[in-house]
């Protein structure tokens, strides 16, 4: 059975994550103190201790997520040896499917994803902004309905989760309009997002230039398997092709849906999410019911989902 490893995005983090893998691994505790060290932060005792407040911040977010993933993947490895066909990550995911395809160290990927969320925050310059995720409505309905909403504002539909659930980034008004006519249109739900910018829109374009500054600092190895990017949800192991398509992840839609189709018709059935929560595992479900979805969060998953894959072996 053809395997994909899943990472997950922001929204994912809660107070507590990744306690039991520090526990369990010196290694983690060492890159989580230097991290620390490095940019003067308290991360480590952020993600254990909260406040929840700070975690939400994305240039702790991000970090923090990605340091979860990697743990998780790695106390797996240790205990079951199943390399995937593909790696893929939801819009910060794809830094962590980096790292887990060998294309980034661990500590190369933290440090970028820490500034890519500063960046991220910073290149708002203040304009008033929101998210939402609309929830009931085609992908296309929901484009239609940023285009029409765009005379009162800049929206557009940014992640493409499943396929009746997009989410929407822009300023306030443009994404106001856009709830508006989204439930006059018959959406089930219009969910506000707490978010740092908007993000994946043209609002955040001078992020992208920081970016390619900053990840010009770092090596971008050939990947060990084929990683699925979210701008185009095609596969790419070239490093120098990866920090191109990241690049332009920032400003451009997560390609969710299409991401997993795409594995889903090169014969993949079975995806194990790697990190905290389950959230892309109840995506993918959404997407094909017919897939098999495992998740780690936590050390206690690994034995269920070892026992699992070795009676289908």
């Known amino acids: 059975m053809k395997t994909a490893f899943v990472f997950p995005g922001q929204g994912a983090q809660y107070v507590g994550m990744a306690k039991d893998f520090l526990a369990a691994d010196a290694e983690l505790n060492r890159i989580l103190e230097q991290f620390d060290a490095e940019h003067g ?21 991000q970090p923090a997520i990605l340091l979860h993933s990697i743990a998780a993947l790695k106390a797996f490895s240790q205990e079951l040896d199943l390399r995937p066909d593909f790696v893929a990550g939801h819009s910060l995911g794809e830094f962590t499917a980096l790292a887990a395809a060998g294309v980034l160290t661990l500590p190369d990927a933290m440090h970028i994803v820490h500034k890519r969320g500063e960046f991220m925050i910073k290149a708002n310059a203040g304009v008033p902004f929101a998210m ?45 309009a856009a709830g508006e006519l989204a439930k006059a249109k018959g959406a089930k739900r219009v969910l506000p997002l707490v978010v740092g910018g908007p993000f994946h829109t043209p609002l955040i374009e001078q992020a992208s230039a920081w970016l390619t500054d900053e990840m010009q600092n770092f090596e971008f ?11 185009d949800a095609m596969p790419e192991t070239n490093g120098d092709a990866i920090r191109a398509k990241l690049v332009k992840q920032i400003i451009s ?57 070795l009676s289908q072996a």
């Open 41 to 61: 932060t308290k991360l480590k005792a952020i993600m254990l201790e909260g406040p929840e407040d700070a975690l939400k911040e994305t240039r702790f977010t």
């Open 132 to 176: 939402a995720a609309i929830i009931g409505l085609t992908s296309s309905e929901v484009i239609e309905i940023c285009a029409e909403a765009e005379a009162q504002g800049l929206v557009r539909a940014v992640n493409f989760n499943t396929p009746i659930q997009t989410v929407i980034s822009g300023t306030q008004v443009g994404v106001e």
């Open 221 to 231: 190895g050939t990947a060990a398997m084929p990683v699925v990017s979210n701008v």
């Open 253 to 309: 839609p997560v390609r969710w849906v299409e991401c997993i189709e795409f594995m889903l018709s090169q014969g993949v059935r079975r995806f194990v999410e790697f990190g905290p929560q389950k959230v892309l595992s109840g995506m993918i479900k959404n997407i094909d019911k017919e897939a098999q979805v495992l998740n780690v969060d936590k050390l206690e998953d690994i034995g269920s989902v070892k026992e699992l894959l």
